[in-house]
């Protein structure tokens, strides 16, 4: 009987995580990854990150203290003493936010935030990663270097934030009321209250929007400035309460009141809201793996229970339904986790852009919009089912199983809406032409596809969908746009499968053929052959570990 751990709770604990997950394995090797760097991520998130973030949102969430025992202003957020080895752990040792400006390697960390899957703890990585990305290509002043520090390349640790939202509106950033007023030499003073800010009280330099007095209203008059924790010795800025939430408990997140706080510009005067949309995109697409990781960890914790409990006279596995129910959340597992893959490697290549752009950005951008959706509706959809297969047990918050269903529910809201992805999905097609590309590499995957009848059969239903979408008035467009993001989104998916099955893995094949009937065409798909079913629902590498525990 174990005394520290958490396998009376969960099944999936202190399994690799990564050396279970082949579909993701056949990925990683595809995109040449490294592999052993994410065995030994996949074992630590196995065991310490779901026991911590399990524990801290549960029972400790970060606390806000005001003030000091030498009665000064401190405004400091307390995380759970293991919350922050992990963090620790998570960025100086196993470097999960490092190469992505050391070497321009994005892929790989985006595998990584996929397998660290909890959205508390991903949301503080990728807060760093966004604020580190933002100095390193926009910053020339005092903080510049400082994003060596926010990615665990330099010692000591730092973490950062971004702080866009406030009260009148997080989608409408245009309506952005927080002042900044040059004072000479680079440094400006920022007045305004910041209304959704997480990693309040734990951030040691914050991205901040602002409008410098006299620009233009709306989103063209935003600057992006870097605010430090303190300036001159003094806090330069106040936390003034934490938010209670229902998930994402291991960030904390509040409100920010920015009294006069000393900051530096990022890059040019009135250019902040291309910074923000380019910081969007670090965040939008660690959000995408993000939340297909929470999907694969609610899925781990459902298959693994049909393995154990008996019904009727018969392990659930051997129920048909059961099986139906495995399918299809494993093929919205894997078309999602490959869409997000897509999103992280068209990143990697058009992450050095700068505005106005290259059409590879905004190819790039695009996809990105897609994936958010559709992953996100993977995540709260399939934790959903997952829970279901729990029966009772789903619903207790006694099992982490509950938890991730919470989780899920944030990715269709936070780092913009759906109905924002949507919107932006159609700015980026019409304004930048970002289809064009969208077709031709959709084109060129599609003849690299396993099975060319059926990739140019995607391949004409995308381009059908594209049209349809040209050929629509201003108002039915954006009417039916996410309708129409959820569709070219999953035919792309499909796509996507269907390359790395002749790639990587032909049993991605079989997984594509089920996405595409239930998730595109809406009917459900042939009973795949017993051997078939099996080698999807059961992912490869799971059994063979989970085996000897049975
Ligand atoms: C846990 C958590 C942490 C967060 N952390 C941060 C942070 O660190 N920094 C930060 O800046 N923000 C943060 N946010 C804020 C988050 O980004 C916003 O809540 C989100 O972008 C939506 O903005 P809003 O809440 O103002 O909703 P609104 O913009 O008021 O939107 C309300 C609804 O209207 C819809 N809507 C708005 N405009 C349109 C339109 N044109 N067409 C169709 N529908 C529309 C939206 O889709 C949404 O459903 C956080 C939020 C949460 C919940």
């Not at 990584?112 to 990585?125: E, F, K, N, Q, T």
């Amino acid at each position: 009987m174990p005394l520290f751990g958490l396998e009376e709770l969960s099944l999936s604990y202190g399994l690799n995580h990564y050396s279970i997950d082949g579909p993701l394995r056949s990925i990683a090797s595809a995109l040449s990854l490294d592999d052993s760097a994410l065995e030994s991520l996949g074992r630590y998130v196995g065991r310490e990150v779901l026991e911590v973030s399990y524990r801290v949102d549960i029972a400790s969430s970060p606390l806000l203290f005001n003030w000091s025992i030498r009665g000064e202003r401190t405004d400091f957020s307390w995380l759970d003493p293991m919350e922050k080895v992990v963090l620790e752990r998570l960025l100086l040792e196993y470097g999960v936010d490092k190469e992505p400006l050391v070497r321009g390697a994005w892929a790989g960390h985006y595998a990584s935030i996929y397998l660290i899957a909890d959205p508390g703890i991903s949301c503080i990585l990728t807060l760093n990663m966004q604020t580190a990305y933002a100095l390193y290509k926009y910053s020339n002043t005092v903080l510049r270097d400082y994003w060596k520090r926010l990615v665990g390349a330099r010692r000591p640790l730092a973490f950062g934030a971004t702080w866009f939202t406030e009260v009148q509106g997080g989608s409408d950033l245009g309506a952005n009321q927080t002042i900044a007023e040059s004072l000479g030499s680079g440094l400006w003073s920022l007045t305004g209250y910041k209304y959704f800010a997480s990693a309040a009280g734990i951030a040691d330099v914050a991205l901040v929007t602002a409008r410098p007095r006299g620009s233009r209203p709306g989103a063209k008059g935003l600057s992006l400035f870097s605010v430090p924790r303190v300036f001159d010795g003094k806090l330069n800025y106040r936390v003034t309460r934490l938010k209670w939430k229902s998930g994402t408990r291991a960030v904390p997140t509040g409100e920010v009141e920015l009294l006069g706080s000393r900051a530096y510009m990022l890059g040019e005067q009135d250019k902040g809201i291309y910074y923000v949309m380019e910081d969007l995109m670090v965040s939008r697409i660690a959000n995408s793996a993000g939340a297909v990781g929470i999907a694969r960890k609610a899925y781990l914790e459902a298959f693994l229970y049909s393995l154990i409990r008996r019904a009727f006279g018969k392990k659930l596995i051997d129920h048909e339904l059961v099986k139906r129910d495995l399918l299809l959340m494993e093929a919205d597992i894997e078309a999602s986790l490959a869409l997000s893959m897509k999103a992280a490697t068209l990143f990697e290549s058009s992450w050095q852009d700068r505005p106005p752009y290259t059409s590879k950005y905004h190819y790039a951008r695009l996809v990105t919009h897609i994936a958010k959706n559709i992953t996100a509706e993977t995540s709260s959809r399939v934790t959903a089912a997952a829970m279901e297969l729990l029966g009772g047990l789903g619903f207790l918050q006694e099992f982490p199983i509950e938890r991730w269903h919470r989780e899920a529910m944030i990715t269709p809201i936070w780092e913009g809406t759906s109905n924002i992805q949507a919107l932006d999905m159609l700015e980026a097609m019409r304004k930048k032409r970002a289809h064009l590309e969208l077709l031709r590499d959709a084109e060129r995957a599609a003849s690299e596809g396993y099975d060319k009848g059926f990739a140019s059969k995607l391949l004409g239903h995308l381009v059908e969908e594209v049209k349809k979408l040209g050929s629509m008035s201003p108002e039915l467009v954006e009417f039916y746009s996410k309708d129409s993001l959820r569709t070219i989104g999953s035919i792309l998916a499909t796509i996507e499968l269907e390359r790395l099955a002749s790639i990587a893995d032909e049993r991605f094949h079989d997984v594509a053929m089920a996405y595409y009937e239930y998730f595109v065409k809406g009917r459900l798909p042939d009973r795949p052959r017993e051997e078939v079913l099996w080698d999807i629902i059961s992912l490869r590498g799971l059994l063979a570990e989970y085996g000897n525990r049975i």
